[in-house]
């Protein structure tokens, strides 16, 4: 009985190591997109909840985020709702694909949309989840998108194509605003 | 001597926790840059998200790479990417070989063919060429075919330069692709890769 004391012992600690390694495993993935948002957020030049207007990318002017795609011209909003909620609205090209896409703070997408859907010009509330927030009382359902998280990114991407060259698009991309709008 | 080994026993136990964080780290470590995850599939040599799943819905694991190696990446809905590191016969692409992208026009409103570094990043040349797409690329004469270059050399038509690069990716960007794509993204409907020498 004595001797199987220790063996006990040794067993719940070999035991209690797995699930520390277990544990770190699944931490360090998780983790790991929060990790990736923060280090963008701070390459924004601390620029929270204003949009920032890429120029087209190339070898030479992309190199923070992986796989740029040099067809488009991209902007970004970094966003962070602790104290405000967005409005965020520009104009859509008619002929090119245009989409706004939300990333929630772990990276992932959770809104977009596109050219064919929206027409013309666009206007969004962009809001944390479950805000019961006055200032989205008279607005309709399909103009908020609601954030899972207070952080995250807005992006969009206009396509250079040869109904809109760079500098027609550039246009475009400079004429979104982003309002604040008190919680 | 007793209490020497008390505190050789509570040492060696903190180094084995120590050790459990820094392995389970490791592990979650290696993984991420594995790039392999319960969430792919392959078509050829072609891989892509499965077909059940998607990237707002991905394990942990997916999430996390694709927040690595190409993040704020587009759901299903609107976009299918499509990458690869080797060729037709399933060999690494060479920097230092000539190769041909055979494909045909596919049905989806923008699909763009890019050519990356070992880094994910665009690959510096002297024509300031990324990638083609449907609009610039140029077709055959059934004007429904295309061959493309991907050489370190230039080339008259179609050139896709690899210049000074370790390693060589490439990426299917399909936007909004149509209902009969999505349903046959197949090994005939995708380019094949063949080295020319």
Known sequence: ?183 | MALNQKIKKIGLGVALIILAIVFGSAVGVYNIKSGKSDSQRSIGNWQTVDKDKDLSSADLLTIAQVAVYGPYALTKKEVIYLSTSTDSEGNELDPKSDYTISGKKLDAKYWSITAYDENGFLIKNPINKYSYNLEDVKYEADSTSYKINLSGTEKTENWLPINDVKKISLIIRLYLPSEKLRDNLTVETLPTIQKIK
Do not use: C
Not at chain 1, 23 to 35: A, E, N
Not at chain 1, 41 to 52: D, F, W, Y
């Open chain 1, 1 to 183: 009985m004595a001797a199987t004391k220790p063996l006990i012992k040794n067993g719940i600690f070999a035991l209690v190591l797995v699930v520390i390694a277990v544990s770190f495993y699944y931490l360090t993935v998780w983790i790991t997109p929060y990790y990736v948002q923060n280090k963008f957020a701070e390459k924004s030049l601390g620029l929270v909840n204003t949009p920032r207007f890429g120029d087209q990318p190339n070898a030479e002017n992309s190199r923070v985020i992986p796989l740029p795609n040099p067809d488009f011209l991209y902007s970004t909003i970094n966003y962070d709702l602790k104290d405000n909620i967005l409005k965020i609205s520009g104009i859509v090209p008619d002929s090119t694909y245009w989409s706004i896409s939300a990333y929630q703070q772990n990276t992932t997408n959770y809104f977009v949309e596109n050219e064919e859907k929206v027409k013309s010009k666009f206007e969004y509330y962009l809001a944390p989840e479950g805000s019961t927030n006055e200032v989205l009382k008279n607005i309709p359902k399909e103009k908020i998108i609601y954030s899972p998280t207070t952080k995250g990114l807005i992006l969009f991407r206009y396509l250079v194509s040869k109904a809109y060259p760079v500098a027609k698009l550039a246009e475009l991309q400079h004429g979104v605003t982003v309002e604040k709008l008190g919680k």
